[in-house]
């Protein structure tokens, strides 16, 4: 399917990914859903559910081998990585919907927890090609990790996410604040490896956490460059010095490293939990990757050229 199908005067043909576990009223966001899209002049999209042995891609992939060309996810971090994964390399575009407690992408898309947000970011046309990360058979959007940061992840309640969404992980990052740093040696692309004793190193490819905080302020999405943060605090102030740095997107962040590879690999000297764009993954003692540039087709609020990708996301809702 040509990208320009997707400007044409013809309605795209669309599919929403689903996670009926993320959704309080799942008929609810359905009417929602085709009625904003079929006031628009579009066909009624297909449904698809996931399920706990196929948390999104099988659908994603199934999407496609059907005509969509535009795949709605509506899910935690887990389903959008899930079709972030199916749909690199295609010209098919994914649009994310709000859902869960957590979702990075849409953190970093400025679309919060609004539905009509989201609907009207796709509505709006904005569309842009960026980069994803690849760690063996998955790809992610924004941000994969070892350390702290799948620690606090992992430390996290559900029901504390439902009641406070992302305010619920401080929560689970004080549990692990004393925690030992781990002994690391980090290789990036053909230069020399250096070996850190980090609490956390989280490699992005746009730079917002949870919360909308911007981590990695020179990230973009689509340079064809992956950005590497190295964090080591020790101590409480450390973290806190650290913390405000982050904050006030300070020039120079005390404890914090950055770097620009198109491969990184982190190898631990034990084997340390790890996530995925807000998603746990397997521990391990290894943590490579790679970038494949603008492979992904992402539905962006407008101007869609903007750096930011998350510009303007706020007017989206207008579009309906």
Not at 96 to 106: C, E, F, I, K, S
Not at 147 to 164: P, Q, R, V
Not at 216 to 240: F, H, K, M, N, Y
Request: proline share 7%; aromatic share 4%; glycine share 10%.
């Amino acid at each position: 399917m040509p990208v320009d199908a997707l400007t044409s005067p013809r309605p795209p043909r669309s599919a929403v990914v689903v996670n009926p576990v993320k959704v309080p009223d799942l008929d609810e966001l359905r009417r929602t859903v085709t009625d904003a899209l079929t006031a628009r002049g579009w066909p009624e999209p297909m449904w698809l559910e996931t399920t706990v042995e196929d948390p999104g891609a099988g659908q994603a992939a199934q999407a496609v081998r059907d005509g969509a060309e535009l795949v709605f996810a509506c899910g935690g971090d887990g389903t959008v990585m899930a079709c972030v994964t199916a749909l690199a390399g295609t010209d098919v575009a994914l649009a994310v919907l709000p859902a869960g407690t957590g979702n990075l992408l849409a953190a970093n898309l400025g679309l919060g927890s609004d539905l009509a947000t989201g609907l009207g970011v796709v509505l709006q046309g904005g569309r842009r090609r960026i980069d994803v990360g690849v760690v063996g058979d998955r790809s992610f959007a924004v941000m994969a990790g070892m350390g702290f940061d799948a620690h606090m992840l992992d430390a996290t309640n559900d029901t504390a996410k439902k009641h406070i969404g992302w305010l619920a992980y401080v929560a689970g990052a004080l549990r692990h604040l004393r925690d030992r740093p781990m002994r690391v040696r980090i290789a990036l692309d053909g230069r020399p490896a250096f070996t850190r004793r980090p609490r956390t190193v989280i490699v992005g490819n746009v730079g917002r956490l949870q919360g909308g905080i911007r981590l990695l302020d020179e990230a973009q999405p689509d340079d064809g460059l992956l950005d590497v943060a190295v964090l080591s605090p020790r101590t409480l102030r450390d973290w806190l010095a650290l913390g405000w740095g982050v904050l006030r997107r300070k020039n120079t962040v005390a404890r914090m490293e950055t770097y620009t590879a198109t491969r990184v690999e982190i190898t631990s000297k034990r084997a340390q939990p790890r996530q995925l764009d807000g998603d746990l993954i397997e521990p391990g003692r290894n943590l490579l990757i790679t970038v494949r540039p603008r492979a992904l087709l992402l539905c962006v609020p407008q101007p869609a050229t903007d750096p930011d990708l998350a510009h303007d996301a706020a007017r989206a809702a207008d579009a309906l």
